[in-house]
């Protein structure tokens, strides 16, 4: 009985270890802070010729990073020898199946997905959206998946060029406490 006891007891405090250590501190980061993903998908809005897209930011939850679904977007590409343009219509999605803490910074892989065509739609929970290009536009067609491994450094923004003149940028930045950002991402808000 008293070997039981002490098996018991040795088994309980392991568990309980255990558990404290997966709440402990991610590796170069302080007690309370927290790390988001900040990322853009942009492009050249065919209209007014600027630079368009969208900027956002994913807190890291459990050591994991949301999937995201980027609106569709009109794109235009024109060939300057015959003055001919296409139009097409993208739909976008960024994953993170991989993520872990590193020393002054976080390894990610990370997969973006494009797909380009005269017509597309999108499903987001109760929200359907739909967008196509009339028949008789040209039209772009392509399709375009990207998986990288990067190790991001706490506030220095990598970026990574696309076909149709896409751009997605991305950085890890840290918060305190009290959700103050204690580094800068360099990622113009569009």
Excluded at 34 to 43: C, E, F, H, K, R
Excluded at 100 to 128: H, K, P, W
Aim: with cysteine; proline share 4%; charged share 20%.
């Amino acid at each position: 009985m008293h070997s039981i006891l002490k098996l018991s007891l040795a088994a309980a405090t392991v568990i309980s270890l255990s558990a404290c250590a997966g709440f402990s501190t991610p590796p170069g980061l302080e007690s309370g802070q927290t790390v988001a993903l900040v990322n853009s998908l942009s492009w050249v809005n065919p209209m007014s010729g600027k630079r368009d897209g969208v900027r956002t930011s994913w807190p890291i939850k459990h050591g994991k990073v949301a999937a995201e679904y980027f609106p569709l977007a009109q794109l235009k590409r024109c060939e300057a020898q015959d003055k001919q343009c296409a139009w097409g219509v993208m739909r976008a999605q960024r994953s993170a199946p991989s993520f872990a803490y590193a020393d002054g910074g976080v390894n990610m892989t990370f997969a973006l997905a494009i797909d380009v065509a005269r017509r597309q739609e999108a499903r987001q929970g109760e929200v359907q959206t739909a967008m196509a290009i009339p028949k008789d536009v040209a039209a772009l067609a392509g399709k375009q998946q990207v998986q990288h491994v990067i190790g991001l450094k706490y506030g220095k923004v990598e970026q990574i060029e696309l076909d149709f003149g896409v751009r997605y940028q991305v950085c890890a930045q840290r918060h305190d406490a009290s959700g103050k950002a204690l580094d800068q991402c360099d990622i113009p808000y569009i």
